[in-house]
């Protein structure tokens, strides 16, 4: 099931997560609301670890970040124009920013998870990293050779209890079904138990190690990176792609 629902009293798009965890939704970014909580996740030690910072996160980056995912998540709402079930493909995700509903019907932003065209980050030359990534940002809509990327991070409270694993299995639906999603990149720090689980849990294979690779802060990281092809099987029948 990929199917979209909308807020009805915002129109905000959303996707909601299978149970156990129903009381989650993914929609698109919200300034007001994201700047504050993200800037709290992002500074958490065990978090800003694995995601390759090393400086303190504040509401200015965060900002500037948030309004550059929105550009894009805003370009893909506009053409939904209220679609509940895939049409023709769409050329990015209109959602990312996850959330817990409360009893009151308020939420709570809990992490990102956002399914966007490769930035071949792990390639050092800048001329042939913006080489690769201008041809795939040029490739159009439904495209099946277009590569994509998924990252993510969730808040420390509510990690360790198969959120996450759940949130991408989402999220390569949606893509499969709603973008024509066929083949996506990712990594992780080595030693990244959690996140480099997520990904296999979901189908991905590590394919490569480049090792002592990132500079972070004083140390030189290790990146272990991953690829999922649509077809993909997992021994879990219920986490099985198209
Ligand atoms: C990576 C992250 C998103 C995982 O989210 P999560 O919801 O806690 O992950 P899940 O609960 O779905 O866990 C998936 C698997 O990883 C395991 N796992 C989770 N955290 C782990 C850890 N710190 N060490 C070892 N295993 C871990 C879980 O036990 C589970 O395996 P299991 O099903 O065999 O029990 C979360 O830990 C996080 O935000 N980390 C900091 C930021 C980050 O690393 N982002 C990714 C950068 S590549």
Redesign the pocket.
């Known amino acids: 099931m990929a199917n979209l629902e909308y807020n009805a009293k915002t129109g905000e798009p959303f996707l909601r997560l299978a149970p156990p965890f129903s009381n989650f939704i993914i929609t698109p970014p919200r300034i007001e609301d994201d700047v504050d909580a993200s800037v709290e996740i992002m500074n958490d030690p065990?978090?800003y670890?694995?995601?390759g910072r090393t400086t303190p996160y504040n509401a200015e980056l965060a900002e500037r970040w948030i309004r550059t995912v929105k550009v894009e998540t805003d370009a893909a709402v506009e053409k939904l124009k209220g679609a509940t079930e895939p049409g023709s493909a769409l050329s990015a995700c209109p959602v990312r920013h996850m959330r817990e509903e409360l009893a009151d019907g308020k939420t709570v932003f809990v992490?990102d998870v956002g399914l966007v065209r490769s930035g071949w980050t792990e390639i050092v030359d800048a001329e042939e990293r913006a080489r690769l990534v201008a041809a795939n940002a040029a490739r159009l809509a439904g495209d099946p050779e277009i590569v994509w990327h998924i990252?993510?991070?969730?808040?420390?409270g509510?990690?360790?209890?198969?959120?996450?694993?759940?949130?991408v299995k989402r999220m390569i639906e949606f893509g499969v079904a709603w973008m024509n999603v066929k083949y996506i990149k990712?990594?992780?720090?080595e030693g990244?138990?959690?996140?480099l689980?997520?990904q296999q849990?979901n189908g991905f294979v590590e394919v490569d190690k480049l090792v002592d690779h990132v500079q972070v802060g004083e140390e030189r990281r290790t990146l272990v990176l991953m690829e999922w092809r649509a077809g993909t099987r997992v021994d879990d029948t219920d986490l099985a792609y198209g």
């Open positions: 065990f978090v670890k694995w995601m992490g990252g993510y991070y969730l808040a420390p509510q990690q360790g209890r198969g959120l996450m694993t759940a949130a990712s990594s992780a720090f990244n138990h959690g996140s689980k997520v849990k």
